[in-house]
């Protein structure tokens, strides 16, 4: 089993940036690929970004690529979300979970085994 804490939500402008974070502990941390979703109010959990367990493969979804870069420290037991350039509509709360053993990084959040209670990022135009 794995718990995972995300940090760094908040208020930010329009074209602002913003580092997520998400510290896990349990069992062995790069056993996991790693993905991040948000929520917005009235709308379904949607996919953001996932990085494979060894950090060789990404796949974001279109509305954030070129935008957001997710990467770990499988080190520190960590993966991280910076958040550039953010929009408005990109205010949501983000979570982020965890897909055990998985070979590549998915999109689809029945996949994964665990996630964490989320943390707000709310960006104001």
């Known amino acids: 089993q794995v718990q995972l804490v995300e940090s760094g939500g908040g208020l930010v402008q329009a074209g602002g940036s913003v580092r997520l974070s998400c510290a896990a502990s349990g069992r062995t941390f790069s056993a996991y690929a790693m993905g991040w979703f948000r929520q917005a109010p009235g709308k379904e959990r949607e996919f953001v970004a996932a990085?494979?367990?060894?950090?060789?493969?990404?796949r974001y979804a279109d509305s954030v690529k070129g935008r957001f870069t997710i990467s770990r420290d499988n080190a520190k037991n960590t993966v991280s979300l910076q958040m550039n350039s953010l929009k408005p509509e990109d205010t949501a709360i983000y979570y982020c979970a965890a897909d055990h053993l998985a070979l590549i990084p998915t999109a689809v959040a029945a996949e994964y085994d665990y996630w964490g209670q989320g943390t707000q990022v709310t960006v104001s135009s």
């Open positions: 990085i494979s367990r060894s950090s060789d493969n990404t």
